[in-house]
């Protein structure tokens, strides 16, 4: 079944609210291997995301998720920024005409597009990645979330700031996965993912 | 004299942007010069509008973009995605490659000396 | 904690300077950091007494100083020259090196590890 | 024989004189191959030479040069800061004891040794180098000046802010040349140097 404007207004506000909710916490994970900001970057991104989408006149969940892009992309600030801003633009393609899964695939090839990061490069694919995976197998659940976001842990970061830390970036979460476990886990507060 | 090549400038920081456009200018006096530097509430980070802002306000249509760190190449990057502008997003060295194609942009090069020149300052 | 190891950034331009030092500062909390940018008198250019002062307030005792383009480090050089510490100007390219300096420093690396960092950078 | 303190103060005089008569000519020369402000540095730096030698209590000619010295690293601001700064230093070590050509011959390899510039590379040590081969055969003249200041035009910039206009520095004087002909145009109405 697809997305409808309604479900994905619940769904981003919900994420919305989970990013508030953990701001400080966020950005205390980007302290230790980044620059400190990425709760601060969130949660400008989805206070803006918030004015832009409650618009009841977005009749589809394409016009929804395409002002979600905008906002992300134009007030977060950081990488994630741009990074969720790919996500979402590529989600708002496919989002009226497809299953959930293929919607998130999309927005991880938006965020792979723009990053060029891959699988255990320790950044918000690692997240994505195996959310996609267990969409496609009909499991998506909030245990698998979090055994992904506790699998970024051990990964020696590749890209972005963490990256300059090398090795010392080993055995710290990687802030912008925690964020993205928050989308999801809002995701399945909001919709049945699993029919 | 209308210049067909331009260079903007996109930084973190709005000091470090406007900073590094003072050095620039004053050797390449007449390069069109732009630059962008952090949010829109002046915090550290990029800003889509203002580097939006600095792409289309710069005289020229050909732009060489230098960046300070990675993250705002991606910002970057979706300005130039969404602009009629030609945009090369160039990863040089911030400052000497932006000193240095603006130089040579300024002295009337044709682009195949400006890349010549860019190449040994390409870091990223 | 004391560190052994700080950065000091010299740039032609006041505000590149401390737009820099901002930069930096937000990632490397912790590393001793100083800047001087500018003549004594703000114009643009190199003034030997903000270096010296830079180098002198900085905390730590051994300096890797980065600079923006050439004539900032003769002057720096100079400093270099009249001052106790250890400055060890480094020819990368200004704003990476000086990042890529800082956090590793902010991480606690080794010499060699900065050292093997900033090899890369290496464009003057 | 060797300089007095006197002489050289009255050298370093007019030869802040000339700088101060030709401060928009050197920018100009700069402009159109630097940043332009080779006038305003220069200026600048011979006023704090200025201030800094008319103390009459410096009985040595070496504690003259040392305060230009000094004057010159610390309020040029450019790249003849440091450059004439070092020419200053290591005269100021030999002048008291030294014939007036080894003293110059002390000054180039001063520049040389903090700007990493050999003759031809087009900058202050196309105008030192000729000085000082006529300073030792004993025929410095405004002439040999004038005709060094005009070999450099032909050059292609290697070094400072002009080697990045490669060939197209070729056909223009440098600006720290014509500056330095001043010193020595300077130092001829000043001094006996040819005996
Ligand atoms: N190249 C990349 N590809 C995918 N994700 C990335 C990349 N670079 C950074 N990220 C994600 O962005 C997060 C940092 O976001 P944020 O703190 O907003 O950015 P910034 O580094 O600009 O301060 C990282 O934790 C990581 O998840
Ligand atoms: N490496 C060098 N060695 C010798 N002289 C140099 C060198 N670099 C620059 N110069 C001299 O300095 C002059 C420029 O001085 P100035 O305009 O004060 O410096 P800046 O380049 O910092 O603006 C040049 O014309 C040249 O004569
Ligand atoms: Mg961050
Ligand atoms: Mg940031
Ligand atoms: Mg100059
Ligand atoms: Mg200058």
Not at chain 1, 149 to 159: D, G, S, V
Not at chain 2, 98 to 115: E, H, M, P, R, W
Request: charged share 25%.
């Amino acid at each position: 079944m697809t997305l409808t404007a309604k479900q994905t207004r619940a769904w981003l506000l919900n994420f919305s609210n989970k990013i508030h909710d953990n701001k400080q916490y966020l950005s205390d994970l980007d302290q230790a291997i980044g620059d400190g900001d990425h709760g601060s970057n969130m949660s400008r991104g989805v206070t803006a995301v918030e004015a832009a989408i409650t618009d009841e006149s977005l009749e589809k969940a394409s016009d929804v998720m395409k002002k979600a892009a905008m906002a992300m992309v134009s007030k977060v600030g950081g990488a994630s920024g741009p990074l969720y801003g790919s996500a979402f633009l590529e989600m708002a393609k496919v989002i009226d005409n497809e299953a959930i899964a293929r919607v998130i695939a999309a927005g991880l090839d938006g965020i792979k597009k723009r990053g060029k990061a891959e699988v255990e490069d320790k950044t918000m694919v690692d997240m994505w990645a195996p959310v996609v995976d267990a969409l496609q197998d009909g499991r998506l659940s909030v245990e698998a979330i979090e055994e992904a976001k506790a699998q970024t842990k051990p990964l020696k970061a590749k890209k972005g700031r963490a990256s300059y830390l090398n090795e010392r970036s080993i055995g710290h979460l990687d802030p912008g996965a925690v964020s993205s476990s928050y989308l999801f886990i809002a995701l399945l507060e909001e919709v049945e993912v699993n029919d | 004299m209308t210049k067909r090549f331009g260079v903007v400038l996109v930084s973190h920081v709005e000091e470090l942007a406007y900073g590094a456009y003072k050095l620039v200018k004053e050797s390449a006096t007449e390069t069109p010069l732009t630059y962008a530097g952090g949010t829109d509430d002046g915090a550290i980070g990029s800003s889509f509008d203002k580097i939006m802002q600095a792409v289309e306000e710069n005289e020229a249509d050909y732009l060489y973009a230098f960046y300070d760190l990675g993250s705002a190449k991606m910002t970057l990057e979706m300005v130039s995605e969404m602009s009629e502008k030609s945009v090369e997003i160039v990863d040089c060295a911030f400052i000497e490659g932006a000193y240095t194609a603006s130089v040579l942009i300024n002295g009337g090069n044709d682009k195949q000396a400006i890349d010549d020149q860019l190449a040994p300052l390409k870091i990223k």
